[in-house]
C-alpha cells in the first residue's frame, strides 16, 4: 500500500472550501474515500476540455485542471454514507468470471418427478418415503455441493413439441417450486426428443427450425429467471464440436443461451477418451467467447450396442475420461485472457434402477431402497472423486485470482503514486503561474506609478510657473491701463501679453489636471495589485501545502 496524507493532516493545512457535494463526486471509483486512487482518473484527464459528461471536471468550468485537484485534495480522506453515491452494491455483485469452478449435484432423484407431467405417484411418492439418495445429499450439504436446477422436457411440459400455455403453465409451476426469482445461478433445460437427431442435419433450415423451437423454450425460462444462466443440456453437442462436423451452425442457439451445459459423457470402456472429450469443451468455451459460463456434465453411466445405459465406468476411467479433461479444459481470447470451466455436474438418473430391474413394480419400499441405496453409495464415492479434481482446480484458480489481484493491486498503486506527482506538479505549476502573473501585474503598476509621478510632478511645475507669469502680465496690464490709457500702445501690448498668459496658464492647467487624474489612476492599480497578491497568499500556501503532501 502507499503511504497517503491522513485526513486530519489534510484538513488542517487546507483552506476547506468544499461542498458535500464536490465530496462525493470526486470519489471516482465509489469506494467511499477520497485519496490517490481517485486522483488517478482526475490526473488523467488533466488540461482536457469537458464536453457532456465529465466528472473529473469537478468545478465544472470545462477543463479539469489545478482548481479541480485543489477541491479533490480539500476532501481527501473518507466519505461519510450519507454524502456518498456510492454504487457499491454493483460493483460486489458476484461475476461467474471471478469464481472458482464449482462442483454441482445434477442426480435425477424420482423425487424430482412429483412436479413433472411425467412420473406418477408410485415413483416420486416412494422415493420421498423412503429418502432415495439420502447419502448423496447428505454428502452434498456437507460438502457445499449445489444441485443443479435440471427441468426435462425443458418449457415443453407435456413433451410433444408443441408449446402452449398448459405447458408454461406446468413449467411456472415447477420453476417458482425450485428456483427463487432473484436467482443467479444455472438453470439447466433438458429439451431432446425428436428434435436431438434432427441437430445433426447438415442442413440449416432444417437446423435452424430445431433452433427456433429451443429458444422459444429459452426465451420463455430467460423472461422468468433474468438474472440465471440458462442453457441446454448436452448443448453444443459433440457431433457439433466434432472438427470433422458436418452439421449446419448451431452459433444463433449458442448466441442465445446464457450458460452452456455441453456432456463429456461416453461409451468407451477401457479406451481413453479424454482428448476429444477435452476438445469439445474447449470447443464450447471458445464458442461461449468467454460471456457465458459453461457447466459441464458428467455422467458414469454408459451402454454397450442396444441393451441401454446399464452399465458403469469405473473411477479412474471416469475421471480420466471425462472430469480431469473437463476441468483442464482451457481457452484463450484474443485479449490473452483464459478461459476455464464454471463448474462440472454428476447426472445420473434412479430411473434407470426401475428400467433396468426385472418385477421392479413388485419391489417393496425397503426392496427398493436397498437397490437404491447402492447407486446413491456409488454416487459419493464418483463425487469424492470429483470433488478432489476440482478443489485442486479451484485452488489453481484462486492463487491465480490473488496473484491478479495482487499484481492489478501494485498497478493501481503504482498509478495513484504517479497521479500525485502529477497532481503536485500541475499545483505547484498553476500556483507558480498565479504568482508571476500577479507579480509582473504589480511590478507594471509600480513602474506606471514611477512614471506617471514625473509627469504629474512636471505639469504642476509649468502649471505654478504659468501661474505666476499670469498674475505678473496681469499685475503690468493694470499698471500700463492707469499710466497710458486704454488707447495708447502700452496698453495694448500689456493687454495682448495678459491674454497669452492666461490662456498658456489655462493649457497647462489643463495638461496639470490631466496628469493628476492618470497618476491617481496608476496608484489604484497598484494598490489592486498588492491587494491581488495579498488575497491569493492563503491559496498558495494551500496549493504548497498540498504539493508538498502529494510528493511527500
Ligand atoms: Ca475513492
Ligand atoms: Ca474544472
Ligand atoms: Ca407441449
Ligand atoms: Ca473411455
Redesign the pocket.
Known sequence: MTTLPTASAMTAVLVTTTTTFAAHQADFNNDNVIDAHDLVVLTSNLSQPCEGDCPSDLNQDGVTDSADIMILMNSWGAVSEEDSNSQNDEAQQSSWQNEAPVLLDAVYYDQYTELFSHGGYDRWNTAKEYNQGEHTQAWCEENSVEVLPMVYGAV?????????D??KEGFVTWLEATVPADYEGAICLDLEGQWWGTFDSSNQFVVDTVIDFFIANLEYAQELRPNAKIGFWGFPKKSHTNPNSTTASVQRLVDACTALFPDVYENNPGVNDSFRLNRHVETCLEWSNGEKPVYVHASPRYKLNSDGYRYFHDREEFINDQVQPAVDASWTDAEGNEHKIAGIALWDAYTYIRMYTEGFSQLSGEERKELWNELDLMHVDYLSDMKAVVDVAAEAFNQAQAEAEAQAEQAANEAAQESKQVAAAAISEERTAQQSRLTRRLEDANTSVITRSSSYREASRSYRSARKSFSKAKKRFRAMKKKYGKSSKQYRKALAAHRNALKRMRAKASTFRTARSTFRAVRVEQNNAQNAIASSASNWTAMANAATMLTN
Open positions: 415443453d411440459w407435456d413433451h410433444d413439441n408443441v408449446l402452449t398448459e405447458d
